[in-house]
């Protein structure tokens, strides 16, 4: 009785996944209409590989506590549906289409504009530098203006830290909560704000970086500041020192070094995103490359694209070596 | 008049665990005194409770006639600053130079200002490198703390501890990461503090062997209650097995 009812629990979960898969899924990869009938013999597998080869959902359904350790199965099943399940979403919604990517008009497009990339145009490549130095000093001056503050808040923000009684539990609470907002809109986002804030231009895209270096590097400094040894914080609290002393004899040892190579990577991070900043009026060569790519220059395009790859490696470069460096 | 007195403490640690029952017992000047008992039985608690790195639950604790159970503030951290500490991990600032962790020891009273910029006076740059002569460390001043071996890091930290003129000394553990004879080295530093500048020290030890060669009075926790306060020639072969259990056998450490 029980095995018959985990039989028609996997033949109803069977049919769905594998109708789901032969009538929407192939259809879209190759064109064709599968036909309906396909689905039983499929169905017919799914069940026999659920029944005989143990991982079958139904039995799991019907079987009691004791014959199962359930919970552990059942969550590797529910694993195993939600991932099948979300490929299948996916597939769908993002719209993907192996037809188009391959087809002969899809093909054409890729190769005009890689045929464009790979001739550059160079007669911009004194207006792309300008554009670029730009682009590198927003990043900068965003880093430069954000560490301070970040440097300050992330001690409130540090668990270890705020242990003073009820009003910095609240304070160190709503602070985390307001990072986490500030952090969760994308720079671009605070680009738009700002630009119509300030106007399209390079502060506008130093303003939304600023803001969202302060969220990140806060984050991560006081993420360092609670994984500090909180042998000498006791030590330095014993020789009577005062509250900042503590903080900056016990804790901020501990962290500067991580805390240059954070802030050295997040102007790495900051010279892309200013690039991409630029799209919506952060100015530098982001801005410079949406022009372009609206005149449909693409040789210019192509000239920005290989300079914006030039400058990111080499800072990436950089910045690891620097960070290896300090380690 | 005692140094220390402590009367009916408890500490119950937020998780609802009595780490401390019930702990009375009073400190001469002068005193050598060693609490022991079996890992976990309370002992770093009641050190801390001592200079109130943590907050008694219950009990008071007096020093110098001076209530400090409650205390805070300006008060409260001149009570720490009259009590020197070391740890079994040395807890010194890594990356700073041996003087500099000396010099930390006078942070009670340096204003914040003057001390982040690191500006110490001449005068506590001496004091600094007089208890690095102490502990026979000195010409180590400028190497950073990191680069030290433990035994050498363990008297840097006593050095420190100095430098805050202590009525009293605090050490928790402070052997328990060493080899035996450095163990043996660092204790004799503790001792001739505690007989050539008449520190009372209070000392959290697991030997029994180093307990007998240095306390001159032991007290004994077991599972956060006071079961043995007397001399150490007192812990005979039946005290032992009710402090440290039935199963328990001496270790020597020589
Ligand atoms: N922060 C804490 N929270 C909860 N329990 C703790 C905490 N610290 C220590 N304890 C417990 O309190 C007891 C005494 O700890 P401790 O004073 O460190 O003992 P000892 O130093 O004698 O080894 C132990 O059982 C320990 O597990
Ligand atoms: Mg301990």
Known sequence: MKRLFAIILDAILGSAVTSMILLIIVPELTGLSVAPLLVIPATIAWIAAATFGGASIGQLFVSSKTERPLPNGLRSHMGWIAFCSSIVAGWIVTDISPIEFFSGEGLKGAGRIFGALFTPEFDVLGAALDAMVVTVFTALMATIVAVPMSFVLSFAAARNVMTGGTHERVFYVLLRALLNIMRSMEPIIWAIIFSVWVGIGPFAGMLALVVHTIASLTKQYSEQIEDVNHGPLEAVSATGAKRLQVLWFAIVPQCVIPFLSFTIYRWDINVRMATIIGFVGGGGIGTLLTQYQGLAKYNEVGTLVILITLVVWMLDVISARVREALR | ?254
């Not at chain 2, 050598?32 to 039985?41: A, C, D, E, K, P």
């Open chain 2, 1 to 254: 008049m005692s140094l220390l007195s402590v009367r009916n403490l408890s500490h119950t640690y937020p998780n609802g665990y009595k780490a401390l029952d019930d702990i009375s017992f009073s400190v001469e000047p002068g005193e050598f005194l060693v609490i022991i008992g079996l890992s976990g039985s309370g002992k770093s608690t009641l050190l801390r409770c001592l200079n109130r790195l943590i907050e008694p639950t219950h009990g008071t604790i007096t020093m110098n006639g001076q209530d400090v159970t409650h205390v805070s503030d300006a008060a409260l951290r001149s009570h720490r600053a009259g009590i020197g500490m070391i740890f079994q991990h040395f807890n010194l600032i890594p990356r700073h130079s041996v003087v500099k962790n000396v010099l930390y020891g006078t942070l009670g009273s340096t204003p914040t200002l003057a001390s982040i910029l690191g500006r110490f006076s001449s005068e506590q740059h001496q004091r600094a490198m007089e208890a690095l002569d102490v502990v026979g460390i000195a010409e180590k001043a400028d190497v950073r703390a990191d680069a030290l071996s433990g035994g050498q890091q363990q008297r840097v930290a006593i050095a420190r501890a100095l430098m805050q003129n202590p009525n009293l000394l605090l050490a928790d553990e402070p052997v328990a990461s060493l080899d035996p004879a450095t163990s043996h080295s660092v204790m004799d530093y503790l001792e001739r503090i505690n007989k050539d500048l008449g520190t009372t020290v209070i000392c959290n030890l697991h030997f029994l062997s180093l307990v007998r060669r240095y306390a001159t009075r032991v007290i004994a926790l077991k599972g956060g209650r006071m079961v043995f306060d007397g001399q150490p020639i007192e812990i005979t072969d039946a005290w032992f097995r009710t402090i440290y259990g039935e199963e328990a056998m001496e270790v020597e450490i020589r």
